[in-house]
Structure formats: C-alpha cells, structure tokens
C-alpha cells in the first residue's frame, strides 16, 4: 500500500503533491509530523494514529476533531508512554465529558507507582525486572467514536476497535 510522508523539510511543492495524492485517494496513508496539525482541511478522514501524545490537550481535541467532522465517524489511537504520565489526567477529563469509553489502561498512568522519573526511560520504578508497562510494550490505547467501521487500506477497524 502506498503511502507518503509530510513533513517540515519537505519543500512546500512537495508537501502540495502529497496532500494532493491524500485526498484524492491515491496514497490512503499519510504520514506527518505536526507541521500538519492546523492549516489543513481534509475530509473523510476516519482514522487518526498518534505517535506520540501531544504536550497540550487542546492539540489532542484538534486531532480527534479531524476524524469526526460534520458528524462523520472515525477513530483516533493515542501511543501514551509513561514519559507523558503527568498529562494521563487532561485526556481522562476530555473523554469523560465528551461521553466517550476511557481506556482502563490510561488510569494507571495516573498512580504515582508508575511515574517515570528522571532517568527512567519510561520504565516503572514499582518492577523489580524493569519491564515497560503492558509486559514489553508501552499500552496503544484506542479512542473511539463507533465501534465497527469499514476497512481502511488493510486495516480492520473493527478488529483493531475489539483489541
């Protein structure tokens, strides 16, 4: 499957060629650094992965608003590692009033067990083998507005939504 990448060091006829290929459907995958978080206007898009957990929560709620547009459905995945643990509380209060499941998951990351300290690589400081939470990897958790959908690209929606 084909897919492209938009990014800050591409020049700006670049970034217009892969947006074009976007939207039209010729590359269903984009991938972008925040250089593409405010500006763009791009409908239909029903799923949303988040690398890493923006620092501000308003960022979050501009993300998952691209995927929910004039009452469309869509999905947003956030990676949250434990070296964001002292944001796990603003995501929380933002799905509860938005009426939406909070993952179980992003709660732990809110006991002062887990906190990662300096130096800690994200590491629990409660482990005594040191493993990263979730037995090896840090936890994806799943945001989501409906709860099956169709495929996009390869990817089943509606298994990655019963994971």
Do not use: C
């Not at 590359?27 to 972008?32: E, K, V």
């Not at 409908?43 to 501000?56: A, E, H, R």
Request: hydrophobic share 35%; net charge positive; no cysteine.
């Amino acid at each position: 499957m084909a897919y492209f990448f938009y990014t800050g060091d591409k020049k700006w006829e670049e970034r217009t060629w892969v947006l074009n290929e976007f939207r039209t459907g010729s590359s269903p995958i984009m991938i972008a650094t925040h250089v593409a978080a405010r500006g763009l206007d791009i409908k239909d898009i029903n799923f949303l992965v988040n690398l890493d957990f923006p620092n501000q929560i308003e960022d979050y709620i501009h993300r998952m608003g691209r995927t929910v547009r004039a009452g469309a459905l869509g999905i947003l995945l956030s990676f949250f590692t434990t070296e964001k643990d002292r944001l796990a509380s603003d995501p929380i209060r933002v799905l509860k009033e938005a009426k939406q499941k909070v993952p179980l998951e992003l709660f732990r990351f809110t006991s002062p067990n887990i906190r990662s300290g300096s130096g800690s690589g994200g590491f629990r400081r409660d482990n005594p083998n040191n493993l990263p939470l979730g037995g090896g990897n840090d936890r994806l958790l799943s945001n989501t507005q409906r709860q099956d959908g169709p495929k996009a690209g390869n990817i089943d929606m509606g298994e990655l939504n019963r994971s």
